[in-house]
Structure formats: C-alpha cells, structure tokens
C-alpha cells in the first residue's frame, strides 16, 4: 500500500510494531549484528550501546524525515539532536517515539532543547515546542519583522503604561552587568513584535500569578505529574521557560498567525492534553490557513489604536401601524 502522505505514514508507524507495550530499549537489544557503517561518528564515539541501536533503527526511516523536514535542516544534523535525547527515551514504544520525531520534523524543529524537546510520559514520546521554536515559525510566516520575549528581574530598569503610545508604553532595560543575586528574582514575562509592516503588536506581559493560573487551568500535563514523588512535567523543572512561552503563546490573539503555526498551536495543546499528535495532512491546511487569516484579520485590527472605525448607527426598525377594521372596509368600498 502507497502511503502518500506524511500523516500517513506517521498513522502506519502506530501499527507496524509487533507489540504496542514493547519500548525502544527491547527493540534495540533485540538488533543484532554489528553497528551499521551509516550510524554517526559523534554516536559511535558516546559509547551508549542502546541509544546507538536506537538511533540505527531511527535511520531506517531516514526517507520519512528527509521528506518531512525543510530544506534548511539537514537530516543528519536532525539526527544528531535526536541522538543526544535518546538515552531518556529508551523505555517509549517504537511507534510513538517515530511520531514524536515525525512531528517535529514536520515543523521544521530540531529536538536540542531550546527548539523543541521529545519527552517521556510513561512509555510514550512526546513533542514538545518550545519558545524558541515558536520564534522561529513567527518569523517564516514574513508577516513579522522580529519577535522580542524575555524576563523582567526585580534589579532591571523597567516601565509599562498601558494607555501610552507605542513604542512608549514598554520599556525594559535589563541590569546585565548585575550578578544574579543581585538581579532579583523575575517578575514578568513579556512579548512582543515588529510587524513586517512596521507596526508593532500590542505587549502581553504576564506576572508570576497569571502564568501560575495559566498552568493550573489548561497544563494536564501538570496535572498528572502532581502525583506524589512525581513532579516533572516543564511547569515543575522549568517554571520560567514555560513563563515566557505562555506569554509568547498568547500573541496569537494579536500576531498574524500562519496555517503552520496554528498547526503547532494545536499540536502542543494535544501533547499536554495527552492525545495523539496527527500531522495535518494537505487536505487539512485550508481549515488550517482560514483560522489563520481570521486572527490575521484581528490582528491587523488591533496594532493602531489611534484608527477609528465608525459604523453606522441601527435604524429602528418601525411596524406598519395596524389598521382599524373600519378603516380596512372603507378602502375596499373605495376600490370597488
């Protein structure tokens, strides 16, 4: 049977496995046989004896990840990421450490922590952008000329008015020569962006409380790792990168969104959810684009405050007053 597209095969990838609880690990020392020529220098040299069958497995389905990945990526250099990340992965099943990877590929990320990170729930690999990776598909939307995100410590300078004009109402100006200590801790998160345009998007800036009830209303994911001695989903390891990406993630509302990275939206929010991450298919990115270009639309709407836009007043609507039934005899008679 052809597969014809990516959202195909990663659908395959769930079935091709001989056992849907069997890990990366068993399937890896099952391999037998030496290391083939293709796999890595930079894994040979790791020594890790599973991470590097993994990897060889990985390799079969080199094809899939070309096809997948942009132009711009290399599939070795996206590989050799994969291959660092491999040691905490080994106990995944097969098939959703293939559609984790798949996905991420799709969206042109590379698994290095700081794109996006492939992490374990149980024995299944998830996809998880992060703010960087969000970043970058702002910017291959060329509807935006940069994307500003970042922290703001208790020892940096800093201003927010709402009511000023842009770009006078936010200013930050970090404490960089400070020592950390010194720094303080954070106390916001904000971003931003420069529209393609000249234009610049309205400033989310969010305070420890906002991304506190952020967390505890939408994240499932740290839902599930309240259990006892649990405690590792990002929220619990890296409180602040999940800060700044949840202030990245609400420019949404006012940033002109691309079909891809509403996709990406989509698919971070099902990870967390712990639902299957589908690649959308073709078929599938008009859907895509039409929610786009609705939040294009108010976007748009929203970067010039000082634009009035008026509309016309309601007419009342009046009702033909109700004739008497001496009035309605009266012109009968007259027609006669």
Known sequence: MSLSTLKDRVRAATVEQPATDATVQALAEDTKGAVPAQLHTSAQAEGDDVADKALTWLEKYGDDFTRALPSHIDVKAFLSAVRAALPG?????????????????????????????IKREGKTAVFVPMAQGYVDLMYRSGRVGSVHVGMI????????????????????????????????????????????????SQVIVLNREDAEEIRNEYSQAYRRAQEPGKADSFWHTDFDKMWAKSALRRLHKVVPMSAELVALLKADDAGDS???????????????QAEAD?????????QDPQETRTRPLPRKRTQP?????????GRRRARR
């Open 89 to 117: 992965l080994i106990r995944c099943t097969p098939a959703s450490l293939r559609q984790a990877l798949l996905t991420c590929a799709r969206f042109g990320l590379v698994p290095d922590g700081r794109h996006a990170v």
């Open 321 to 329: 007053k109700r004739q008497t039934r001496a009035a309605r005899t």
């Open 153 to 200: 410590h208790e020892g940096d300078e800093w201003n927010y008015e709402p009511s000023a004009p842009s770009p006078l109402d936010f200013t930050h100006k970090p404490a960089l020569t400070a020592s950390k200590r010194n720094r303080g801790p954070a106390l916001l998160a904000y971003a931003f962006c420069w529209m393609a345009s000249g234009a610049r």
């Open 274 to 288: 712990g639902e299957v991450q589908v690649v959308h298919a073709p078929a599938e990115e008009t859907h895509l």
């Open 294 to 302: 609705e939040a294009h639309e108010r976007a748009e709407e929203s």
